[in-house]
């Protein structure tokens, strides 16, 4: 209706321009160009003033690539994940099912980071993206196990409301290891291989699940490697997600415990976040210089990496905080 009363409008332009001079002409016919950009549903002027959700894929996956092999450290695994099930999920013209994943790995290894990165290169530069990702954080947004009941209707209602507005919505849940049981299998309708479910089809949304549980079981894989001198990269894949699967399912203190996300195989990938090491901890704080605005400083980068770099006690070769605390310590140290 609204595109049809702006071309009735248009139409009368011919009849009020001859009523005008070139000045007032130009400036009428400029407002009745911005006029119909913002009454058109996905004009490139409505998307740059307003938020809206536009169902063109534009994820770069040549630009996410080079953002995650730059900014992100020792996760060649995580990388490579992502990368995989992104592309398959936005090539696929009608995917299915939601691209759901499930990050594993201790604190500081980059979870968030390579989650917020996602959300970066999800939308159009310059498109506000706040109404599009929707970050749910386990402490702040379900405090209390005693309110599970509540906390399901809402997370339903909140889900079902926001892919209705935006296909390609992204929700990202934090803190997983401290969700309440059976929370989370709330949301199981909406991750699985259905058309639709009440008029709304949900296969392009993405769904991403951070999660501390599981990260002493990649840590104690990656020892044994390194004890048994492979490189890290040598770190098989299958068997990693394979123990974080049963880790997390039988973990009391996952927000998985039990959960029939994992039963029914709801959850498409598992991907682990390594524990970084003494050469990973020193690019973070390289990098923590450069957005600080300081100039290299070997030495600085060396100390503080050596001080985190605590894990095991005797061999001393993982950051058991990762690189979260690397930004403090580098504006301490300056």
């Given at each position: 209706?609204?595109l049809?009363?702006?071309?009735?409008?248009?139409?009368l332009?011919?009849?009020?321009?001859l009523?005008?001079?070139?000045?007032s002409?130009?400036?009428?016919?400029?407002?009745?160009?911005?006029?119909?950009?913002?009454?058109?549903?996905?004009?490139?002027?409505?998307?740059?003033?307003?938020?809206?959700?536009?169902?063109?894929?534009?994820?770069n996956?040549?630009?996410?690539?080079?953002?995650l092999e730059?900014?992100?450290?020792?996760?060649?695994?995580?990388?490579?994940?992502?990368?995989?099930?992104?592309?398959?999920n936005?090539?696929?013209?009608?995917?299915?099912?939601?691209?759901v994943?499930?990050?594993?790995?201790?604190?500081g290894t980059?979870?968030?980071?390579?989650?917020?990165?996602?959300?970066?290169?999800?939308?159009q530069?310059?498109?506000?993206?706040r109404?599009?990702?929707?970050?749910?954080?386990?402490?702040?947004?379900?405090?209390?196990?005693?309110h599970?009941?509540?906390?399901?209707?809402q997370?339903?209602?909140?889900?079902?409301?926001?892919?209705?507005?935006?296909?390609?919505?992204?929700?990202?849940?934090s803190?997983?290891?401290q969700?309440?049981?059976?929370?989370?299998?709330s949301?199981?309708?909406?991750?699985?291989?259905?058309e639709?479910?009440?008029?709304?089809?949900?296969?392009k949304?993405?769904?991403?699940?951070?999660?501390?549980a599981g990260?002493?079981?990649?840590?104690?894989i990656?020892?044994?490697?390194?004890?048994?001198?492979?490189?890290?990269e040598?770190?098989?894949?299958?068997?990693?997600?394979?123990?974080?699967?049963?880790?997390?399912?039988?973990?009391?203190?996952?927000?998985?415990?039990?959960?029939?996300?994992?039963?029914?195989?709801?959850?498409?990938?598992?991907?682990?976040?390594?524990p970084?090491?003494?050469?990973?901890?020193?690019?973070?704080?390289?990098?923590?210089?450069?957005l600080?605005?300081?100039?290299?400083?070997?030495?600085?980068?060396?100390?503080?990496?050596?001080?985190?770099?605590?894990?095991?006690?005797k061999?001393?070769?993982?950051?058991s905080?990762?690189c979260?605390?690397?930004?403090?310590?580098?504006?301490?140290?300056?």
């Amino acid at each position: 209706m609204k595109l049809l009363n702006a071309a009735g409008f248009l139409i009368l332009v011919p009849t009020f321009m001859l009523a005008l001079d070139p000045l007032s002409t130009s400036i009428f016919m400029g407002g009745a160009a911005v006029a119909w950009q913002l009454l058109s549903p996905h004009s490139w002027l409505k998307c740059s003033l307003l938020e809206c959700c536009n169902m063109k894929d534009t994820l770069n996956l040549s630009v996410l690539k080079m953002d995650l092999e730059q900014k992100v450290f020792g996760q060649h695994l995580a990388v490579q994940i992502v990368l995989r099930a992104l592309r398959a999920n936005v090539y696929s013209k009608w995917p299915k099912k939601p691209l759901v994943m499930s990050f594993h790995g201790w604190t500081g290894t980059g979870k968030s980071f390579v989650s917020s990165i996602i959300a970066e290169n999800l939308y159009q530069l310059n498109i506000p993206r706040r109404r599009f990702v929707h970050h749910f954080s386990t402490v702040l947004h379900f405090p209390h196990a005693s309110h599970v009941h509540l906390y399901k209707e809402q997370l339903q209602n909140w889900i079902q409301g926001n892919v209705s507005a935006c296909p390609r919505s992204l929700f990202i849940f934090s803190e997983m290891d401290q969700m309440p049981h059976g929370l989370i299998d709330s949301i199981m309708p909406f991750l699985g291989y259905r058309e639709e479910i009440d008029g709304v089809y949900y296969g392009k949304a993405i769904f991403l699940f951070l999660n501390n549980a599981g990260g002493d079981k990649i840590t104690e894989i990656a020892l044994d490697h390194w004890r048994r001198q492979k490189r890290r990269e040598e770190i098989p894949l299958k068997e990693l997600q394979s123990l974080m699967s049963e880790e997390i399912f039988s973990n009391v203190n996952s927000g998985f415990f039990h959960s029939q996300l994992i039963q029914k195989n709801l959850i498409d990938y598992f991907i682990p976040f390594l524990p970084l090491e003494y050469k990973h901890v020193r690019e973070c704080v390289r990098e923590e210089l450069r957005l600080q605005g300081h100039l290299e400083d070997e030495d600085l980068m060396t100390e503080i990496a050596l001080a985190m770099t605590d894990y095991p006690s005797k061999e001393r070769l993982y950051s058991s905080k990762g690189c979260k605390s690397v930004a403090p310590r580098v504006t301490l140290s300056i």
